[in-house]
């Protein structure tokens, strides 16, 4: 029955991991010169709402740029929205679910927008 276990991939490495650690540094790789780009990135329309959606949050945005594209990323702790590359407003990241960010400044905007 071991013999099976062995064969199939079953079974124990018959030593500790301390004894490992060794051959485990020398099978790793070199980490890269550039970290690697992570997170999430979209391009989208902002809405009359002047509000971006990252997963199912909501976020605020400088009513300013309603109507133009604008680049939408979010990594662990922000999220940031850029008009032609230029930063036009960023958040801590929320993780709970559905929430709505909104920045008061952003609502005030918003409100005198509509009233012209």
Not at 60 to 82: K, N
């Amino acid at each position: 029955m071991a013999d099976d276990r062995q064969r199939s991939g079953g079974g124990t490495i018959k030593s500790q991991p301390i004894d490992l650690i060794d051959v485990n540094k020398a099978a790793m790789l070199t980490l890269p010169s550039v970290a690697p780009a992570v997170g999430w990135v979209n391009r989208v329309r902002l809405g009359r709402d002047y509000c971006v959606r990252v997963d199912s949050n909501v976020y605020s945005v400088d009513a300013a740029v309603i109507g133009r594209f604008v680049a939408v990323t979010a990594d662990l702790g922000r999220v940031e929205v850029r008009h032609e590359g230029r930063l036009v407003d960023a958040h801590d990241r929320v993780w709970a679910r559905g929430m709505t960010i909104a920045s008061p400044a952003h609502v005030t905007a918003a409100k005198v927008l509509r009233e012209e």
